[in-house]
T-cell receptor
Framework: DGGITQSPKYLFRKEGQNVTLSCEQN?????MYWYRQDPGQGLRLIYY???????QKGDIAEGYSVSREKKESFPLTVTSAQKNPTAFYLC????????????FGDGTRLSIL | AQSVTQLGSHVSVSEGALVLLRCNYS??????LFWYVQYPNQGLQLLLK??????LVKGINGFEAEFKKSETSFHLTKPSAHMSDAAEYFC??????????????FGKGTMLLVSP
């Protein structure tokens, strides 16, 4: 079945560590997105990519980095510069037409040890 | 810039009662609109979408929403709530700009609580 796979489901980070969240899709979608979700704040866009080797900052990109070397993959690195990384992270993808909905993975919950 | 307002962070209904979740948007042009549902520790699942065809949109699980341009609203309804409807619901708007770079703007969500 086609879908979006995020791994791991739960992730723990020590202070000063970088961690990378994986997102893979087999839907043949061009566009991919990373969101951060905090209680009561909805979803906030971190980064998005419309094509391979190109990506754009979202509303809260500071302390995060991404790469898009393959169409299927859009990993997110939470760097040590992100001072409050504890959150639920969601990856999404869609075809590159604005009337198409985004499809979501099941998320990764990141916590600080 | 577009925005989405969901009135009420929590809505409580009894099983079998009408569900009404409110969503108002701000956009300079008629947008595309979406409702998503999220169960605990899961991703978002699309309920329905409005893309300028019929103003009354039917979705999955018995939900529907009506686009009202004059009220800039896209409220979500279901005639009879079921216990399994308890979840968080998000309204989202997509711009109609350059399709290669359009993004979704989400409301802050409404938690639906269903009591027996």
């Amino acid at each position: 079945d086609g879908g979006i796979t995020q791994s791991p489901k739960y992730l723990f980070r020590k202070e000063g560590q970088n961690v990378t969240l994986s997102c893979e899709q087999n839907l043949n979608h061009d566009a991919m997105y990373w969101y951060r979700q905090d209680p009561g704040q909805g979803l906030r866009l971190i980064y998005y990519s419309q094509i391979v080797n190109d990506f754009q900052k979202g509303d809260i990109a500071e302390g995060y980095s991404v790469s898009r070397e393959k169409k299927e993959s859009f990993p997110l690195t939470v760097t040590s510069a992100q001072k409050n990384p504890t959150a639920f992270y969601l990856c999404a993808s869609r075809h590159s037409y604005s009337n198409q909905p985004q499809h979501f993975g099941d998320g990764t919950r990141l916590s600080i040890l | 810039a577009q925005s989405v307002t969901q009135l009420g962070s929590h809505v409580s209904v009894s099983e079998g009662a009408l569900v009404l979740l409110r969503c108002n948007y701000s956009s300079s042009v008629p947008p595309y609109l979406f409702w998503y549902v999220q169960y605990p520790n899961q991703g978002l699942q699309l309920l329905l979408k409005y893309t300028s065809a019929a103003t009354l949109v039917k979705g999955i699980n018995g939900f529907e929403a009506e686009f009202k341009k004059s009220e800039t609203s896209f409220h979500l309804t279901k005639p009879s709530a079921h216990m399994s409807d308890a979840a968080e619901y998000f309204c989202a708007v997509s711009d109609r700009g350059n399709s290669g770079y359009s993004t979704l703007t989400f409301g802050k969500g409404t938690m639906l609580l269903v009591s027996p």
